[in-house]
């Protein structure tokens, strides 16, 4: 039976708002010429690819759309708009709950995968995920997606995504990969949603974060776990560490989305 997955996708989404928006934009030097740099690279990409293009602003939170050939073909609106939200609601409400999990756990993986490396760096990464889109008429349509990051402020805040959606034709020798982020220039892939969440937490992190999910204290774990309360607090301090979480409230949202608890 397969899983239900629009909770954890919710809490997924949430956490990405609260990444991008926790960054401390106030200090950037960003520029219209940037931003405008930007929006021609997602018109050229909309013309020569005929995908929808989607420029997300974090720091302004708004978004611009560029449908190509691909909106027609989902019975999407065709006209250039742009949105006060980084989301593109109208298309991702089509998206199978599934693959919409799937894509929003990916994405938080690439941002922290992005944010632990400099800004120059992150140009050389991509994400690339099958997704399954509904058309106007009610029928899921194969859609590639993939995610670039173009922009980084000068203070290593990440600034402007583009989010590119193309329908894919199933032809013998070509495929898009469930779900990968690829280092363009060297060719490495992390392939996989599983493998990007496997073995982050030892059994002993899993069972103390389940416990903390349930609402007890260290104190009460302690007790439980026939441990001291030093160590209880270093495990607290591991899981917060290796989520990249700063409280015992997201690290339980991060373990529901990503399923990093077995």
């Keep these: 039976m397969a899983k239900n997955n629009h909770q954890p996708a919710h809490l997924t989404r949430e956490l990405l708002d609260i990444k991008f928006f926790s960054q401390p934009f106030l200090a950037s030097t960003t520029t219209q010429l940037q931003l405008e740099e930007c929006k021609l690279i997602a018109q050229l990409y909309t013309r020569l690819e005929n995908t929808i293009s989607v420029l997300s602003d974090m720091k302004a939170r708004k978004s611009y759309i560029y449908p190509g050939g691909a909106a027609g073909q989902l019975g999407l609106d065709q006209q250039y708009k742009e949105i006060n939200s980084i989301w593109e609601d109208d298309l991702l409400s089509r998206v199978h709950p599934d693959d919409l999990q799937k894509k929003y756990s990916l994405e938080y993986k690439f941002f ?100 903390i999910g349930s609402g007890m204290r260290s104190k009460e774990i302690a007790g439980i776990l026939s441990l001291s309360i030093h160590t209880i607090n270093r495990h607290r301090q591991n899981i917060f560490h290796k989520l990249n979480v700063k409280n015992a409230l997201e690290a339980c949202k991060v373990a529901a989305a990503t399923r990093v608890i077995s």
């Design 112 to 211: 922290k995968l992005l944010k632990s490396i400099g800004a120059p760096e992150r140009l050389d990464y991509t994400l690339c995920t099958r997704l399954r889109v509904k058309n106007d008429r009610g029928k899921y349509i194969p859609v590639q997606h993939r995610l670039l990051y173009l922009s980084s402020c000068d203070d290593g805040n990440i600034w402007m995504a583009l989010c590119l959606y193309h329908t894919v034709y199933n032809y013998p020798g070509f495929e898009v990969p469930e779900g990968v982020i690829i280092n363009t220039r060297t060719g490495q892939a992390i392939e996989g949603e599983e493998s990007l969440h496997q073995n982050i937490l030892t059994s002993r992190e899993q069972q103390i974060l389940k416990l």
